[in-house]
């Protein structure tokens, strides 16, 4: 009978043969690729590593100032001020 309950060593091995597989497979198909197409994706490596932290940093950091400045309590001007009695006389 097969047991489920596995050793921590034995879950790290089994991990570890997954991890060398997607590697390999990986590789090989790094390897059937043309030049220009392996240009490109290091084109959209480079700027996924890049671009998009940055992008990330700065809408945290804009959120931060937002949350700020708003725990400051800075009053706003409504647009919408009450409306005014414009009936002669002073009728409701």
């Keep these: 009978m097969k047991t489920i309950n596995k050793t921590f060593t034995e879950t790290l ?3 570890a043969d ?3 597989s997607v590697v390999r497979h990986a590789m090989r198909r ?4 043309s030049w220009p197409s392996l240009l490109a994706l ?3 490596l480079a700027i ?4 998009l932290p ?3 940093t700065l809408f945290v950091i804009f ?3 937002k949350l700020v400045i708003g725990a400051f309590g800075v009053q ?3 647009v919408h001020e009450q409306p005014q009695d414009t009936m002669p006389g002073g009728a409701k």
């Design 13 to 15: 091995r089994e991990a």
């Design 18 to 20: 997954v991890v060398v």
């Design 30 to 33: 790094l390897e059937r690729m």
């Design 42 to 44: 290091c084109v959209m």
């Design 48 to 51: 996924l590593l890049t671009i």
């Design 54 to 56: 940055l992008a990330l």
């Design 63 to 65: 959120l931060l100032v």
């Design 76 to 78: 706003r001007r409504h």
